[in-house]
């Protein structure tokens, strides 16, 4: 890892704001994560007063979530001024009936910055300080997948689209450099230390189309997945929900074969299930949509708990035989009845969230969290856990 002076950084950042911004107001949209509070800090500090923050309540935060945030950057040390915008019917308006991942994501993202921008207007801000980071923009311009806060670099003129210029104080730093920051300004450690959490929020966490009760049920699980795998403190893991509906017309053959002997089980302890709403990956450096493909093994009519060894040998295996197939899942535990969703279960480690590989969660951890789910979540099924590294698959499912 390079070496790293988050003291130097902060004080050019902060120069280099005042520069930029001189007498003028700027608006920032907080979400409690490390990067946009980091930056909000930053600016604080260079321009004082003259910032103004906001939380936008735009649906897709965790349970409780936006109060929890205003209550946490409104409070010592950190004492920002913070206001929550509620704006969770115009965004849900903007993404209803929409399944595609991209679509929802620019969708997002046109209602967040006409949001921000008359906003803007409102508080009259000419610039917009948010917290984009390298990893953004490589993954933006590379082609894997839609950021939304990636806007000039890709040629949008924010200015004549929606009246600010942008400010993005982070843009030259990983992730694990932001945390540096965070702990340099002693930001507290429920910030600095949080896992990351996109901006559009659990909207890219719905594969598929973004329903009322798939959301709440979204919403459940995810409080759930949260308390349970936090103690083994994975980079990132999260809930993200599936429509429990499957294609017919992919031979899952080969899929039998190769999960059976990467789990050395025989082919009638295997079953197989492909999801017909597509999931996002990565193939050859550029996003792909592909297919989810979720495996059942039973031993002695027990769901079999593998070693992470061979679940990863077993995905490898599968994707070799099925390019077609973005990302696989194993069942963790079910239930009997016509339920809407599946639940998955997403744990990774990584430092700089450009790859990442599966955490080694214990399946005692994964089995006490599923059934959790299913008692508490009568919309759901079944919870798989993904175990898809990144590449081919990408850390979100959207």
Request: include cysteine.
């Amino acid at each position: 890892m390079d070496l790293f002076d988050p003291k130097t950084f902060v004080d050019r950042q902060i120069e280099e704001i005042r520069r930029i911004i001189g007498d003028g107001k700027a608006l920032i949209a907080v979400s409690g994560g490390v990067d946009s509070s980091t930056c909000a800090v930053l600016t604080h500090m260079a321009i004082g007063k003259n910032l103004i923050c906001i939380i936008l309540d735009d649906a897709f935060m965790r349970e409780g979530e936006p109060e929890k945030v205003a209550e946490t950057l409104s409070s010592p040390p950190i004492n920002l001024p913070v206001k929550i915008e509620q704006v969770q019917e115009r965004f849900l308006n903007a993404l209803r009936g929409l399944k595609d991942a991209e679509e929802k994501r620019k969708a997002f993202r046109e209602t967040f910055y006409r949001v921000l921008g008359e906003t803007a207007r409102r508080e009259k801000c000419d610039f917009l300080v948010q917290g984009t980071i390298l990893a953004d923009i490589i993954e933006t311009k590379g082609g894997v997948k839609t950021q939304h806060n990636v806007l000039e670099q890709i040629g949008i003129n924010t200015h004549e689209l929606y009246g600010f210029k942008i400010v993005e104080p982070l843009a030259s730093l990983l992730k694990w450099q932001v945390r540096e920051v965070a702990r340099y300004l002693k930001i507290p450690t429920e910030i600095s230390e949080r896992q990351p959490f996109p901006g559009p929020g659990l909207s890219v966490r719905v594969v598929g189309e973004i329903k009322d009760d798939k959301l709440r049920a979204l919403k459940r699980a995810t409080s759930i997945v949260e308390e349970n795998l936090s103690p083994y403190k994975p980079s990132q893991y999260f809930a993200a929900i599936i429509n429990n509906e499957f294609s017919l017309n992919i031979n899952a053959e080969n899929i039998v074969k190769a999960a059976a002997q990467s789990l050395k089980a025989g082919l009638e302890d295997i079953s197989v299930k492909i999801f017909r709403d597509k999931a996002t990956g990565i193939r050859g450096n550029a996003r792909s949509y592909g297919y989810v493909a979720a495996v059942k093994c039973l031993v002695k009519n027990e769901i079999y708990a593998p070693s992470l060894q061979d679940l990863i040998c077993m995905q490898k295996e599968i994707i070799d035989v099925n390019p077609s197939i973005t990302r696989v899942l194993y069942l963790i535990s079910e239930i009997k009845g016509n339920k809407p969703y599946s639940i998955i279960i997403r744990a990774v480690e990584t430092s700089d969230f450009l790859t990442a590989r599966v955490a080694d969660v214990p399946w005692q951890c994964l089995l006490k969290c599923a059934e959790s789910v299913l008692e508490k979540c009568p919309e759901v099924s079944a919870v798989y856990y993904d175990v898809t590294p990144k590449p081919p698959a990408t850390i979100e499912m959207e």
